[in-house]
Every structure is written in structure tokens, then in C-alpha cells.
């Protein structure tokens, strides 16, 4: 099905967040739209499945003009859309997860949606277990599940928006296999919408790219990295140098730890962290690199071993004792734990001044510090924007405008989980800089480049287990013994 | 306690708690769409009222029914209004409406106070009553009650085993997710809530004209809010709220039984006593360790324990759903 987009505009108040955008997707195709945060990618795709009206434009489907008021209905043309975080019914069974993209039967035909879900589970090679209930799956399999669903219900034209996030790299594997084979032998079109470079340059035929909501270029394959990179960003960003730190005394001693939930137990974890170090915790999500990060910073109390901070005895002690010992915690869910939805920049502002904290606010001085901080750390709002109105990368630049300035330890959980290339690109620049005054950082993540790119060591969490850790010298290049090191890890990583 | 005796409370305990039934899934149902109608005490009161008011006049038990039914979806439609359409706080709305069928039902019943009126007729199943022990506990009743046991199957049946069941989860788990699926989920949820209401409006005709006959101020107080908590007891399952409602119907009667037994503890302990039993046992199956019990067992038992123990709230509860 050949799908174009005519001069589409959509505007959210002074916000032009699509300006007359055009492009053609080909049948058997997988066309990639690729753009940093905010370019205007999912609103044109969801004024595209009929989410959202546009302010003008045209869509024609197959030559045809076609005007979407609900998704419902453009499913109905054969287009449908994965949303990043899957749109489904978590408490609600697999089974009637598929059930529920059906209608009109009173008696809903179970057995027939259980054949369908086990014939398109064989043929993708998935494995979803019809009775288990959505909120047990993994964020792979929710898509997968969601990819079944779009199949079942006659999908020719499948979008996915950035489906990369939070998924391990084997269902990455399958999901990019699913997708071509869709495209190349079932002759369906697949939008690939990402902010990442490398995903596009793998996956895609064509590519356009939208910056600030204007189309900057369409490109075929084979793509040139840093044409793409100067299209979606204006320039071409330098590559980031990681300069040589000497590293000072230990600051984070964990003895012999062991962390147990009702959940996971991680055993026996001894690791010594020193000041200016940076130690990537790799693993897929849930293997026990978060229960170990809490761990060192007093959320977790240890079932037994001792944890030291400075080398005093931290064990047991309560989360403020850790933050009055210069250790600070940035978790991923910014906006639902790092951030207090509806208080604004200036009220965050003064919540996190520990020291001085007077009965009486003076709003003045306090608008002027986060002024000062909104200019330093370049964040895009007003003193009085309420967070949740600010971009993810804003978000997690104004997270670290307000950790205090001298920090002992710094523990982050995806520090640039859902940014673009450039944002977090300045989010390793603040890190390295608090790194270069003595800062140890410990950060968990995904992202297998960023891992390997930033740490100094990475520690290999599986199911609890933590591998000894992986040293690595401070330079990294492609091939070299160090990379195979961390393809160990990633192997690691996978296997789990 | 001799087995009669035994048998008579059980039977009161049935018939006792048959409002409740119908108010908490009524209510069950209305939240299942997403929406909390927080108005119940005041609904069942004004219902109530309007029962017997028109039973009286026209002495006609099923037109008072039916005109209580209409009251409580009306309550119900002012709830919907306000959240739906108006975007206001549904709790507020609630609250206020709480107060406002109060009030209104002492004014406007006041003519009615204490005046014997129709009242549902008794109605044995023939056969059925006959049955030892299960005849007179269960079948030796009014038509109310028997609809009470056909209500919990049937919304039993329509939620968790037909389409437009599945449907009315979704609205309610997960707006934006079901208008992707193509529900009306705004128009939906009107009409859940009414339904639920007229549910409730029942549950308040079934005290003044079969549980607690007449009319007198604030003839059904208090039993509103046990109904909301209830639904939360039960998880939002039909058959657990039903249980629920037994259930506390049952420590009542204990409490009464113990009072006689023990005439030196004050009443009001009694009367507590089964509110403070319904949180431990909200308490039990909510908490931690029946996880790691049930972590012990096998995964098919294991799921089934679980779905018949545990519930959450609808994940779209209280939330207005505004397309983008």
C-alpha cells in the first residue's frame, strides 16, 4: 500500500511541530523517519493513524484521499501504529489483548483468536503465552504482541515508534527480522521511526529526516553516517573524547554484599569503586544491577556483607545518611521518581537546597537560581514551567542542574535512556566534568555503545550473578581487544 | 446455638445483605468503565425514598422499583456529567451529590415517614425451599433476592466472558488503548454509569420495599460507603464483591449474636467490629506474603490463586479521557 503525505501541518499553540511535511512510503518498503526529540516524528505519525487531526495537508492512501478522525479507522484503511509504550490492556490476558481489536460478537470467539495468535506466533517465531497476563511480558513481547494484533486485523502499512527502547538486543534481533520480512516478503510498508542513527542506517530502504518539524532531506540506502547526522542535526557533531583520569582513593567499598527481595536474590557482591572512576552495569533489565545500585546508595539494605562509603561503615544506614555523605541517585523514571509532577522548575529548585532551608521562602533569590542553572545547563523552559511540561532531555538536564556540586558518588539508572544524539552527548559531558573533580559515577544501562564507550570498567549482572568486572584501558576502538571484552559482555548480556 | 437457629440467621444473613449485593455491583460496573461514582450513601437514601414515596402512592412495587432505578441513574448521569463532559474532579462531584441525596431525601420524604406501605411479596421456590438446610437459607425468599443471585451471575458472565464485557474493561483499564481498538469511550462510559447507578437505585428500593421496610430519616445511612468499600474488598470482581457483601453481611449478624452472648461489651464494639475484620482481611490478600506463599506453587495454581485472590483497580479509574 503506497501511503503519501501531503504538506501535513499540525500546530500545538506557538509550536509548529509539523510544517507542511511531505513524503511518500512504497509498498515493501521499510522507511525510516528519523529526527531528534521533538522533530515532529510521532505527531505526524499519529495525525497519520488518525490520533490526531492536522491543521492541513493531505493524506492519500493509494492515490486516494483519505481523512482519518480515529485510529479505529485508519486500521480499517490497513494502517496501523505501535505507540513507544505499547497501547495495550497490561492486566488484561494476552488472549483477550487480541480479542479486544475485534467487534461486534456477543460471545467473543476465544478459540479462533487463540488459533490466530499461535499461527502469526509460528510464523514470526514469537512466543507468547495466550493466558499470561500483559503486565508479566517484557516491552518486546507487549510489541510483538501488538504486532499480531495489527497483523490479525489486516495491516498493510505497519509504524512503529521508537520500538528499540527498552527491549533486550535478542528481541531487537527478531523484531528487525520480523520487520524485513514483512517488508520483503509479505510486501507491507513499515514506518521505522527512531531518533538512532545506526538503527535507521541497518534497518532502512529509504529514510526521511524532519528537523523541528520541516522535512531537511529523503535519502536512499546505502545512507552516509554523517550526511544523516548533519541533516538531523544542522552540523556535524564532534566525536566525544573520553580524556585520561587518574583515579583517586575508593570511595564505595561494597564487602562481600548480598541483596535479597522476595523476587531476586544478587549474592555476594564485593567491588571497590575509587573516586573519578566510571562503572557501566550492564544486564538486562531485572537481572540485579538496579537492586546493586540501590544498594550502594542506602535503598537497598544489604541481607548481609557491608557496604563502606569512605571507608566508614555505611551498612544499614538510612538513604540521608547516604545523600549527607555526598552521594546522590538519579533514577530512570524521571518524571514519575526523579521529579514531582505539577511544581515548577523554581519549586524544584528549592527542594533540593539541603543545606539552607529557611522557614520562609525567598521566591526571588530562588527564581534567580534556577534562572542562573537554566542558562548554565541550557534547559528549554521558563522558572515557572512545571516539569512534566519539559522535553525527557530537559528533564534529566534539569535533574542534574540540581544535584548539589560536590558529590562523593553519583548512581544513575539510564542517564540518557530516550535522548537524542546531541542531549545526551552534553549529559556525558556534565558527567565526565563531575568525574574530572573526583565524582565516582555507577550507571546502569542498555545501551551496549554507551556502556563500552563510557566506563572504565563494566560489571555484567545475570539473573542476580554479578561476572567479576571487565577492565578496559581508557581508550576504545572498534576491534581492538577491549571491544571484544565488551562483546563478551554483550554476549552476556544476551544470553541471560 | 441450635441448627434452626443456625439456618434463620444464615437465611437473615442472605436477605440482609441482597442490597448490598446490587449497590456493589452496580458500583463494580461503573468503575469498571473508569469512573467512580462516589455518590452511593446519598443515592441510596434518595432511591429509597422514591421507592416507597411512589409504592405508596401508586401502590405499585414495581413502579417504585423502576422510579428508584431512574433516581439512581440520574445520580449517576450528574456524576457522569460533571467528569465526563464538564472534566470536573469525580470525587468532589461525589461528595457533594453524597450530601445532596441525604438532605433531599429527608426533605422530600418527610410526608412518608414512617407510613406502612407495599412491600415485595414473599416467594418461596416451590421445590427448591423444600431442600434441607439450602432450601431455607437460599430459596425461601422474595423475588428481590433471587435477582440479587441472577445479578451476580449474569454481571459475572457479561464482564469477563462476552465482547462487549471485554470492551467495557478495556474503557476502563486503558482509554486511549480502547479508542485505538475503535471503542466510544466517552459514550460508553455514560452508559456504564448509568447502568451502575440504576443498579445502586435498586439496591435502595430493595431496603425500603423488602429489607428494611418504610420510610424514616436517613432510613439506610452508612450502607453507601460499606457498598464502595466492598467493590474495593472484592478487587472489582463480581462474584468477590458478592462475597464481600455476604461476608459482612454475616460478621453483622455475628456481632449481634455475640452481643447477646456478651451483654457487658458496649454495642458499638459489635457494630465496628466487622468494619475492622473486612480491613484485616483486605489486609491478607493484599499484602506480601500470600506472594511468597504462592510463589511456592506451581504456575497453573499459582495463576489461579492469584486472579481469584488478588484484585487491582481498573487502571483508567478516575481518570477523564480526553482524545489528543
Given at each position: 500500500?503506497?501511503?503519501?503525505?501531503r504538506?501535513?501541518?499540525?500546530?500545538?499553540?506557538?509550536?509548529?511541530?509539523n510544517?507542511?511535511?511531505t513524503?511518500?512510503?512504497?509498498?515493501?518498503?521499510?522507511?525510516?523517519?528519523?529526527g531528534?526529540?521533538?522533530?515532529g516524528?510521532t505527531?505526524?505519525?499519529?495525525?497519520?493513524?488518525?490520533?490526531?487531526?492536522?491543521?492541513?495537508?493531505?493524506?492519500?492512501v493509494?492515490?486516494?484521499?483519505?481523512?482519518f478522525t480515529?485510529?479505529?479507522e485508519?486500521?480499517r484503511?490497513g494502517i496501523?501504529?505501535?505507540h513507544?509504550?505499547?497501547?495495550?490492556?497490561?492486566p488484561?490476558?494476552?488472549?483477550?489483548?487480541?480479542?479486544?481489536?475485534f467487534d461486534?460478537?456477543?460471545?467473543p470467539?476465544?478459540?479462533?483468536?487463540?488459533?490466530?495468535?499461535k499461527?502469526?506466533?509460528?510464523?514470526?517465531?514469537?512466543s507468547?503465552?495466550?493466558d499470561a497476563r500483559?503486565?508479566t511480558?517484557?516491552?518486546g513481547?507487549r510489541?510483538?504482541?501488538?504486532?499480531l494484533?495489527?497483523?490479525?486485523l489486516?495491516?498493510?502499512?505497519?509504524?512503529?515508534?521508537?520500538?528499540?527502547?527498552?527491549?533486550?538486543?535478542?528481541?531487537?534481533?527478531?523484531?528487525f527480522a520480523?520487520?524485513?520480512?514483512?517488508?520483503?516478503?509479505?510486501?507491507?510498508?513499515?514506518?521505522?521511526v527512531s531518533?538512532?542513527?545506526?538503527?535507521?542506517?541497518?534497518?532502512?530502504?529509504?529514510?526521511?529526516?524532519?528537523?523541528?518539524?520541516?522535512?531537511?532531506?529523503?535519502?536512499?540506502?546505502p545512507?552516509?553516517?554523517?550526511?544523516?547526522?548533519?541533516?538531523?542535526?544542522?552540523?556535524?557533531?564532534?566525536?566525544?573524547?573520553?580524556p585520561?583520569?587518574t583515579?583517586?582513593e575508593?570511595?564505595?567499598e561494597?564487602?562481600?554484599v548480598?541483596?535479597?527481595?522476595?523476587r531476586?536474590?544478587?549474592?555476594?557482591?564485593?567491588?571497590t569503586?575509587?573516586?573519578?572512576?566510571?562503572?557501566?552495569?550492564?544486564?538486562?533489565?531485572?537481572s540485579g544491577?538496579?537492586?546493586?545500585?540501590?544498594a550502594?546508595?542506602g535503598l537497598?539494605k544489604?541481607?548481609?556483607g557491608?557496604?563502606?562509603?569512605?571507608g566508614?561503615d555505611?551498612?544499614?544506614?538510612?538513604?540521608?545518611?547516604?545523600?549527607a555523605?555526598?552521594?546522590?541517585?538519579?533514577?530512570?523514571g524521571r518524571?514519575?521518581?526523579?521529579?514531582i509532577?505539577?511544581?515548577?522548575?523554581?519549586?524544584?529548585?528549592v527542594?533540593?537546597?539541603?543545606?539552607?532551608?529557611?522557614?520562609?521562602?525567598?521566591?526571588?533569590?530562588?527564581?534567580n537560581?534556577?534562572?542562573?542553572?537554566?542558562?548554565?545547563?541550557?534547559?528549554?523552559?521558563?522558572?515557572?514551567?512545571p516539569?512534566e511540561?519539559?522535553?525527557?532531555?530537559?528533564?534529566?538536564?534539569?535533574?542534574?542542574?540540581?544535584?548539589?556540586?560536590?558529590l562523593?558518588?553519583?548512581a544513575?539508572?539510564?542517564?540518557?535512556?530516550g535522548?537524542?544524539?546531541?542531549?545526551?552527548?552534553?549529559?556525558w559531558?556534565?558527567l565526565?566534568?563531575?568525574?574530572r573533580?573526583g565524582t565516582?559515577i555507577?550507571?546502569?544501562?542498555?545501551?551496549l555503545?554507551?556502556?563500552?564507550?563510557?566506563?572504565?570498567?563494566?560489571?555484567?549482572f545475570?539473573g542476580?550473578?554479578?561476572?567479576p568486572?571487565?577492565?578496559?584501558?581508557?581508550?576504545?576502538?572498534?576491534g581492538?581487544?577491549?571491544?571484544?571484552?565488551g562483546?563478551?559482555?554483550?554476549?552476556?548480556?544476551?544470553?541471560? | 446455638m441450635?441448627a434452626?437457629?443456625?439456618?434463620?440467621?444464615?437465611a437473615s444473613?442472605?436477605r440482609?445483605a441482597?442490597?448490598l449485593v446490587?449497590?456493589?455491583?452496580?458500583?463494580?460496573?461503573?468503575?469498571?468503565a473508569?469512573?467512580?461514582?462516589l455518590?452511593?450513601?446519598?443515592?441510596?437514601?434518595?432511591?429509597?425514598?422514591?421507592a416507597?414515596?411512589v409504592?405508596?402512592t401508586t401502590?405499585?412495587?414495581?413502579?417504585g422499583?423502576l422510579?428508584?432505578?431512574?433516581?439512581?441513574a440520574?445520580?449517576?448521569?450528574i456524576?457522569?456529567?460533571?467528569?465526563?463532559?464538564?472534566?470536573?474532579?469525580?470525587?468532589?462531584?461525589?461528595?457533594?451529590?453524597t450530601?445532596?441525596g441525604?438532605e433531599?431525601?429527608?426533605?422530600?420524604?418527610?410526608?412518608?415517614?414512617?407510613?406502612k406501605?407495599p412491600?415485595?411479596?414473599?416467594?418461596p421456590i416451590?421445590?427448591?425451599?423444600?431442600?434441607?438446610?439450602i432450601?431455607?437459607?437460599?430459596?425461601?425468599?422474595?423475588?428481590v433476592v433471587y435477582?440479587?443471585?441472577?445479578?451476580?451471575?449474569?454481571?459475572?458472565?457479561?464482564i469477563?466472558?462476552?465482547?462487549p464485557?471485554?470492551?467495557?474493561?478495556?474503557?476502563?483499564?486503558?482509554p486511549?488503548?480502547?479508542?485505538?481498538?475503535?471503542s466510544?469511550?466517552n459514550?460508553?462510559?455514560?452508559?456504564y454509569?448509568?447502568?451502575?447507578?440504576?443498579?445502586v437505585?435498586?439496591?435502595g428500593?430493595?431496603?425500603?420495599?423488602?429489607?428494611k421496610?418504610g420510610w424514616?430519616?436517613r432510613?439506610?445511612?452508612?450502607?453507601?460507603w460499606?457498598?464502595?468499600?466492598?467493590?474495593?474488598?472484592?478487587?472489582?470482581?463480581?462474584?468477590?464483591?458478592?462475597?464481600?457483601?455476604y461476608l459482612?453481611g454475616?460478621?453483622?449478624?455475628?456481632g449481634s449474636?455475640?452481643q447477646?452472648v456478651?451483654p457487658?461489651?458496649?454495642?458499638?464494639?459489635?457494630?465496628g467490629?466487622?468494619?475492622?475484620?473486612?480491613?484485616?482481611?483486605?489486609?491478607?490478600?493484599?499484602?506480601?506474603?500470600?506472594?511468597?506463599?504462592?510463589?511456592?506453587l506451581?504456575?497453573r495454581?499459582r495463576?489461579?490463586?492469584?486472579?481469584?485472590?488478588?484484585?487491582?483497580p481498573p487502571?483508567?479509574?478516575?481518570?477523564?479521557?480526553?482524545?489528543?
Amino acid at each position: 500500500m503506497k501511503i503519501e503525505l501531503r504538506d501535513i501541518k499540525k500546530y500545538f499553540g506557538p509550536v509548529r511541530a509539523n510544517d507542511g511535511i511531505t513524503l511518500t512510503v512504497e509498498p515493501g518498503t521499510i522507511h525510516g523517519l528519523l529526527g531528534e526529540n521533538g522533530a515532529g516524528k510521532t505527531t505526524l505519525m499519529k495525525v497519520l493513524t488518525g490520533f490526531i487531526s492536522a491543521d492541513g495537508g493531505e493524506i492519500r492512501v493509494d492515490g486516494k484521499p483519505v481523512h482519518f478522525t480515529s485510529p479505529a479507522e485508519s486500521i480499517r484503511y490497513g494502517i496501523g501504529m505501535l505507540h513507544q509504550d505499547p497501547l495495550d490492556f497490561p492486566p488484561l490476558k494476552v488472549l483477550d489483548n487480541l480479542l479486544l481489536a475485534f467487534d461486534n460478537r456477543l460471545i467473543p470467539n476465544r478459540r479462533g483468536a487463540r488459533r490466530v495468535l499461535k499461527e502469526l506466533s509460528q510464523r514470526f517465531h514469537f512466543s507468547l503465552d495466550p493466558d499470561a497476563r500483559v503486565n508479566t511480558l517484557t516491552v518486546g513481547e507487549r510489541q510483538q504482541l501488538e504486532i499480531l494484533r495489527l497483523l490479525a486485523l489486516g495491516a498493510e502499512v505497519i509504524i512503529l515508534d521508537e520500538p528499540t527502547t527498552g527491549i533486550s538486543a535478542p528481541q531487537k534481533v527478531l523484531l528487525f527480522a520480523t520487520l524485513r520480512r514483512l517488508a520483503k516478503e509479505e510486501g507491507k510498508s513499515v514506518i521505522f521511526v527512531s531518533h538512532k542513527l545506526e538503527e535507521v542506517e541497518e534497518l532502512c530502504d529509504r529514510v526521511t529526516v524532519l528537523r523541528r518539524g520541516k522535512v531537511t532531506g529523503h535519502l536512499e540506502v546505502p545512507f552516509r553516517a554523517d550526511q544523516l547526522v548533519q541533516l538531523m542535526f544542522g552540523q556535524s557533531l564532534p566525536k566525544s573524547e573520553r580524556p585520561p583520569v587518574t583515579l583517586g582513593e575508593p570511595v564505595l567499598e561494597l564487602q562481600d554484599v548480598t541483596v535479597q527481595t522476595y523476587r531476586l536474590t544478587v549474592p555476594h557482591v564485593s567491588l571497590t569503586v575509587r573516586a573519578g572512576e566510571v562503572i557501566g552495569l550492564a544486564g538486562l533489565e531485572g537481572s540485579g544491577q538496579r537492586l546493586m545500585l540501590q544498594a550502594c546508595v542506602g535503598l537497598q539494605k544489604p541481607s548481609s556483607g557491608r557496604v563502606l562509603l569512605g571507608g566508614q561503615d555505611f551498612t544499614r544506614r538510612s538513604y540521608r545518611d547516604f545523600l549527607a555523605a555526598g552521594v546522590a541517585y538519579l533514577p530512570a523514571g524521571r518524571i514519575e521518581e526523579g521529579l514531582i509532577r505539577g511544581l515548577t522548575l523554581t519549586e524544584h529548585y528549592v527542594l533540593a537546597q539541603r543545606d539552607h532551608q529557611p522557614f520562609f521562602i525567598d521566591w526571588a533569590a530562588a527564581t534567580n537560581g534556577i534562572q542562573k542553572k537554566i542558562n548554565e545547563f541550557n534547559i528549554r523552559g521558563r522558572p515557572d514551567t512545571p516539569v512534566e511540561a519539559l522535553s525527557g532531555g530537559n528533564q534529566q538536564r534539569a535533574l542534574l542542574s540540581l544535584l548539589p556540586p560536590a558529590l562523593k558518588l553519583l548512581a544513575l539508572e539510564h542517564p540518557t535512556r530516550g535522548l537524542d544524539i546531541e542531549s545526551a552527548m552534553w549529559v556525558w559531558e556534565q558527567l565526565l566534568a563531575r568525574r574530572r573533580s573526583g565524582t565516582a559515577i555507577l550507571f546502569i544501562s542498555a545501551d551496549l555503545d554507551e556502556l563500552l564507550e563510557r566506563s572504565d570498567r563494566i560489571v555484567v549482572f545475570s539473573g542476580g550473578v554479578m561476572a567479576p568486572p571487565h577492565r578496559r584501558g581508557p581508550h576504545l576502538g572498534r576491534g581492538t581487544g577491549v571491544f571484544d571484552r565488551g562483546r563478551e559482555a554483550g554476549s552476556v548480556m544476551c544470553d541471560a | 446455638m441450635n441448627a434452626v437457629l443456625l439456618i434463620r440467621t444464615l437465611a437473615s444473613v442472605v436477605r440482609g445483605a441482597t442490597p448490598l449485593v446490587f449497590a456493589g455491583i452496580g458500583e463494580t460496573i461503573t468503575e469498571k468503565a473508569g469512573v467512580i461514582n462516589l455518590s452511593l450513601d446519598g443515592t441510596i437514601l434518595l432511591s429509597a425514598m422514591t421507592a416507597f414515596a411512589v409504592a405508596y402512592t401508586t401502590d405499585s412495587v414495581i413502579l417504585g422499583f423502576l422510579a428508584a432505578m431512574a433516581v439512581g441513574a440520574l445520580m449517576a448521569l450528574i456524576v457522569a456529567f460533571g467528569s465526563i463532559t464538564l472534566r470536573q474532579d469525580q470525587v468532589a462531584i461525589g461528595f457533594v451529590l453524597t450530601l445532596l441525596g441525604a438532605e433531599l431525601s429527608s426533605f422530600l420524604g418527610n410526608p412518608f415517614v414512617r407510613l406502612k406501605g407495599p412491600s415485595v411479596p414473599h416467594l418461596p421456590i416451590p421445590y427448591l425451599a423444600d431442600v434441607p438446610v439450602i432450601g431455607p437459607i437460599f430459596f425461601n425468599h422474595n423475588l428481590v433476592v433471587y435477582l440479587g443471585y441472577a445479578l451476580i451471575i449474569l454481571s459475572w458472565l457479561y464482564i469477563f466472558k462476552t465482547q462487549p464485557g471485554l470492551k467495557l474493561q478495556g474503557i476502563g483499564e486503558r482509554p486511549e488503548a480502547a479508542f485505538a481498538r475503535g471503542s466510544n469511550v466517552n459514550l460508553m462510559r455514560y452508559v456504564y454509569t448509568a447502568v451502575g447507578g440504576a443498579l445502586v437505585g435498586f439496591a435502595g428500593a430493595s431496603y425500603s420495599l423488602s429489607i428494611k421496610l418504610g420510610w424514616s430519616h436517613r432510613h439506610t445511612a452508612g450502607n453507601g460507603w460499606i457498598a464502595l468499600a466492598i467493590v474495593i474488598f472484592g478487587g472489582w470482581h463480581p462474584l468477590r464483591v458478592a462475597f464481600g457483601a455476604y461476608l459482612f453481611g454475616g460478621l453483622k449478624s455475628l456481632g449481634s449474636i455475640f452481643q447477646r452472648v456478651a451483654p457487658g461489651i458496649p454495642s458499638q464494639f459489635f457494630n465496628g467490629a466487622p468494619f475492622a475484620l473486612m480491613i484485616v482481611a483486605l489486609l491478607l490478600v493484599s499484602s506480601g506474603w500470600l506472594d511468597r506463599l504462592l510463589i511456592r506453587l506451581p504456575t497453573r495454581v499459582r495463576r489461579v490463586i492469584h486472579d481469584s485472590l488478588l484484585g487491582a483497580p481498573p487502571g483508567g479509574l478516575g481518570r477523564v479521557f480526553v482524545k489528543e
